[in-house]
């Protein structure tokens, strides 16, 4: 049941991690900086998973800025905030897409379209976030876009419904956003603007006011994000060990409380030795027909990844790219310094 994204835990793929997803394969694998340490290497592991049982997909949190998981490689990439105030989010969206592709990477679960609110994800998102103006917003994350597509990666949008508004992280605690129905027509706006091309969102943990998670609510990964938005592409949970989920169960009951309420790939980022339980969880928790429903949206999902490949233009050497990040990274931070100068 090829529904979930696993982790690994370093540099190599280890004869236990290879027998374990061998016997269940996932559709993807995602990597961190623990499993990053030089170019040669990353190739050579991108190249092992990918010639596994069913070819897993390789994914990788590369935004920029404070979330930049191949800064060592490469040098430090323009954070997406840094970007769309100098209006080169598709140029930042190229160099990320071609640095993936360099590396084996299939997917970049970027970028976050969350508005950035003072008190809240001001303090917590920071460069991650572009803007509190969902214009401003959805006009960089679709260039953004773009620029990855340009270079035959795909994306996702991230972190629905929003974590504008959380004051609290979810790698840590449990946040809970107020009711409000301006604010929350505010904060599903970038995603209204961008989920379509991107083909895949990304549902954070964040709660309403009736505390169960979004990730874990039916009400919003299904009937809001389904039904009254209208939403046909794939929807990735956001890692399911986090802190915020810590009062919903083990880790193989969150799984199936994240299927049932809609998420269609389960990230389990770390805990690789539960991931036969948490499979086995959903076998027997999560129906038949949600399970292939889920299967049949990620199947849609890797041919839009196929279709993008095929269209990707021409990668730079190395050494260009390295050049190409450098002369963005530096062109970012002047513009930031010129704002700055003129509050």
């Known amino acids: 049941m090829r529904i979930f994204g696993v982790g690994i835990s370093g540099p190599t793929l280890t004869a236990p991690e290879r027998r374990i997803l061998e016997r269940d394969p996932p559709w993807a694998v995602i990597l961190f900086r623990r499993n990053i340490e030089s170019v040669e290497q990353l190739r050579r592991l991108t190249r092992d998973i990918a010639d596994l049982p069913g070819r897993p997909l390789l994914c990788v949190d590369q935004e920029g800025g404070p979330v930049d998981r191949l800064r ?7 954070s997406f905030r ?3 105030e100098a209006g080169q989010a598709r140029e930042a969206g190229q160099l990320v897409g071609e640095a993936c592709a360099q590396m084996g990477f299939d997917i970049d679960l970027a ?3 969350d508005r950035l609110l003072p008190g809240a994800s001001e303090r917590i998102l920071a460069e991650r976030a572009a803007s509190s103006d969902p214009t401003v917003i959805a006009r960089a994350a679709n260039d953004f876009l773009l620029g990855l597509t340009e270079s035959g990666v795909g994306g996702c949008a991230k972190h629905f419904p929003g974590l504008g508004r959380a004051n609290l992280d979810t790698h840590k605690e449990l946040p809970r956003i107020p009711a409000d129905p301006r604010e929350e027509e505010l904060d599903l706006a970038p995603f209204i603007a961008t989920m379509e091309t991107a083909g895949a969102v990304m549902i954070s943990h964040a709660a309403g006011p009736d505390g169960v998670p979004a990730s874990l609510s039916r009400d919003t990964a299904h009937q809001l994000l389904r039904l009254r938005l209208g939403f046909t592409g794939a929807a990735f949970s956001d890692d399911l060990e986090m802190g915020a989920l810590a009062a919903f169960g083990d880790l193989p009951e969150r799984c199936v409380a994240a299927a049932q309420a809609g998420c269609d790939l389960l990230f389990v980022c770390s805990q690789i030795d539960e991931y036969k339980d948490c499979v086995a969880a959903v076998e027997s928790g999560v ?9 049949k ?6 041919s839009h990844l196929e279709r993008i490949r095929t269209g990707a233009r021409t990668h730079d050497d190395l050494e ?7 002369l963005l990274s530096a062109a970012g931070d002047a513009c930031s310094m010129r704002r700055k100068s003129e509050v």
Not at 287 to 295: I, N, P, Q, T
């Open 72 to 78: 060592d490689l490469l040098g430090p990439t323009i």
């Open 82 to 84: 840094r970007a769309a």
């Open 111 to 113: 970028p976050v379209v």
């Open 287 to 295: 129906s038949e027909e949600r399970r292939e429903e889920a299967h």
């Open 297 to 302: 949206r990620l199947a849609r999902y890797g």
């Open 320 to 326: 260009s790219l390295r050049s190409k990040i450098g």
